[in-house]
């Protein structure tokens, strides 16, 4: 089993034998670079201002912010689903497809004319969406999980400023167009994403003191799923 594998690794007989503060440090450090890679892969863009182009009366930058949007919002639902129902085994490979298919948007974006590659930032967001909870489901279920969930929140204040820095670089010092900006920085953040992606995943299964102080995760059926979300509104 891949679990167990994980389980006999150095990291993670580390892990479950260091007392809570560095368990604490290297979860929500590996937590908070992580989704700072895949902040990348959704937010370099707005950097760019694509100045003059407009559609409709409508400028260029607008329709790709709303077509993100619209794709990321909607994901949400679909998260619903695809995040209860995911098994611990499969959150990496869930990562690592969602920003598959991130890239794969960008890099049709960049050889798609405008206007017709506004599409592609609804591909773009669409899967994104989704791995704020693939990311948290490492964390969730543990005695610290707000002090993770925390550290992991924190990393859109310094993603932000941090995408916008590498945009402007790869344009102004790398003579990249605002097109092709957006695939470009994607590139530079798949061998840090990588890292991180297989730091988090040695994080070993919550222990038995975390089940005994907070719920035990577990995926959900659609029964479960439904029977869930109709208690909650009771």
Same mark, same amino acid.
């Given at each position: 089993?891949?679990?167990?594998?994980?389980?006999?690794?150095g990291?993670?007989?580390?892990?479950?034998?260091?007392?809570?503060?560095?368990?604490s440090?290297?979860a929500?450090?590996?937590?908070?670079?992580?989704?700072?890679?895949?902040?990348?892969?959704?937010?370099?863009?707005s950097?760019?201002?694509?100045q003059?182009?407009e559609?409709?009366?409508i400028?260029?930058?607008?329709? /790709?912010? !709303? &077509?993100?949007?619209?794709?990321?919002? =909607?994901? *949400?639902?679909i998260?619903?689903? @695809? +995040?209860?129902?995911?098994?611990?085994?499969?959150?990496?490979?869930?990562?690592?497809?969602?920003?598959?298919?991130?890239?794969?948007?960008?890099?049709?974006?960049?050889?798609?004319?405008?206007?017709?590659?506004?599409?592609?930032?609804?591909?773009?967001?669409?899967?994104?969406?989704?791995?704020?909870?693939?990311?948290?489901?490492?964390?969730?279920?543990?005695?610290?999980?707000?002090v993770?969930?925390?550290? /992991?929140? !924190? &990393?859109?204040?310094?993603?932000?400023? =941090?995408? *916008?820095?590498?945009g402007?670089? @790869? +344009?102004?010092?790398?003579?990249?167009?605002?097109?092709?900006?957006?695939f470009?920085?994607?590139?530079?953040?798949i061998?840090?994403?990588?890292?991180?992606?297989?730091?988090?995943?040695?994080?070993?299964?919550?222990?038995?003191?975390?089940e005994?102080l907070?719920?035990?995760?577990q995926?959900?059926?659609?029964?479960?799923?439904?029977?869930?979300?109709?208690?909650?509104?009771?």
């Open positions: 089993m891949q679990n167990e594998k994980i389980s006999k690794s990291i993670s007989r580390w892990l479950e034998q260091t007392n809570g503060v560095w368990f440090v290297y929500a450090g590996s937590a908070f670079c992580l989704y700072t890679c895949v902040y990348s892969f959704r937010k370099t863009f950097v760019a201002t694509f003059g182009m559609f409709w009366n400028s260029y930058k607008s329709w /790709l912010v !709303i &077509s993100q949007v619209l794709g990321y919002a =909607l994901s *949400k639902f998260g619903i689903k @695809i +995040i209860s129902e995911l098994k611990a085994s499969s959150r990496s490979r869930g990562i690592l497809l969602m920003v598959s298919i991130a890239v794969t948007s960008w890099f049709l974006f960049a050889i798609t004319p405008p206007p017709y590659n506004i599409l592609f930032l609804f591909t773009n967001g669409l899967p994104l969406g989704m791995v704020w909870g693939m990311v948290f489901g490492y964390l969730e279920g543990r005695r610290f999980t707000e993770l969930g925390a550290g /992991l929140s !924190i &990393s859109f204040i310094f993603s932000a400023g =941090l995408c *916008k820095s590498v402007g670089f @790869i +344009i102004r010092d790398w003579g990249v167009s605002e097109l092709w900006m957006p470009a920085a994607s590139i530079i953040f061998l840090p994403l990588l890292i991180f992606i297989f730091l988090l995943h040695q994080l070993p299964p919550p222990s038995p003191m975390d005994q907070r719920t035990r995760r995926p959900m059926n659609k029964e479960e799923r439904n029977k869930f979300i109709a208690n909650s509104f009771n």
